[in-house]
């Protein structure tokens, strides 16, 4: 018996080496492990959408060392502001309400290596995990795009976007953009989502650029708003003789007649507007013509009858 009961005693230790009876270590083992999936799944929609869309949210051309990019502990209650440098934004999770999701990954920069003169850029990515997408991205952007906040949508370029696109759940990506308060950097947000991976992804960053504006294409023959014969009648009145390369101190030593009709110069539409001396009447001083967006002004050499600008 007492032979017996050894050998039970002995299994029992045994068991309680190799962890069979106490799950207190099996359990720690699978806290990583969770973690890992959770992280994997969470980079769907930053490794394998977005690149779809031209974004590259993690910058794969530069390799990341682990010193490099940082997995940070998530606070209770997310995040209250993105911050890069001075410029800071109210996140995201200031408009999720109970039920949106919540952030469950942040990637901060962490340190730069000691052979760095400059460091690495500071670029913060907070991955969300959420039910839904077009609803939350509208109220972050009715905020984001407020004027008091100044963000614009733009292209990868940072060529400002006129219209406010209409956000799908399936997928999509934004890139939101306003001057950052270090001269020369822009305050940058990439935010992309899909919905196969219910993830959303924000990229918080300072790169160097400036915001550009598409340029307003007018038509040749563009009337819809040309200015009319007493406006231009009045600006020409208002300008000094020496700006038209005439004699005196005011144009009311003159009198202006228009001639109807349009004439291109250099493919504007202009009026000729004759200017005589009121101290010799019938005696043309000069022959302008002036641009209908009241732009240019070009005055005729009757010599040679060319035209040439002096505006």
Not at 4 to 14: D, H, T
């Amino acid at each position: 018996m007492k032979k017996a009961k050894k050998a039970k005693a002995a299994n029992v230790e045994a068991e309680g080496k190799t962890g069979k009876k106490k799950g207190g270590k099996k359990k720690l083992l699978l806290i990583p492990v969770a973690l890992v999936l959770v992280a994997a799944i969470a980079a769907a929609a930053v490794l394998f959408v977005l690149p779809r869309f031209g974004i590259d949210l993690l910058n794969r051309d530069k390799e990341l060392s682990p010193e490099e990019q940082l997995e940070e502990p998530i606070p209770k209650k997310g995040v209250e502001a993105y911050t890069v440098g001075e410029d800071t934004v109210a996140s995201l999770d200031t408009v999720l309400v109970e039920g949106d999701g919540e952030l469950i990954a942040l990637r901060s920069p962490g340190k730069p290596k000691e052979d760095s003169s400059t460091g690495v850029d500071d670029r913060f990515t907070y991955i969300y995990e959420l039910n839904s997408f077009a609803d939350i991205m509208n109220r972050y952007l009715d905020y984001l795009l407020d004027g008091e906040q100044g963000f614009k949508i733009t292209d990868e370029t940072y060529l400002v976007q006129e219209e406010r696109p209409e956000i799908l759940d399936e997928e999509g990506v934004l890139v939101l953009v306003r001057p950052a308060t270090e001269e020369g950097h822009l305050f940058q947000l990439v935010i992309g989502w899909s919905k196969a991976s219910a993830n959303l992804a924000v990229r918080v960053s300072s790169p160097e650029g400036k915001l550009s504006y598409p340029e307003k294409e007018k038509e040749e023959n563009d009337w819809s708003e040309p200015s009319s014969v007493s406006m231009q009648m009045e600006q020409l009145r208002s300008m000094p003789p020496s700006q038209l390369g005439l004699p005196g101190d005011s144009m009311e030593d003159y009198t202006i007649f228009p001639i109807d009709g349009f004439v291109k110069v250099d493919g504007l539409d202009c009026r000729r507007f004759n200017v005589y001396d009121k101290n010799d009447p019938g005696s043309i001083t000069g022959t302008f013509f002036f641009s209908v967006d009241q732009q240019h002004v070009y005055v005729l050499d009757p010599s040679t009858n060319t035209v040439s600008t002096i505006r």
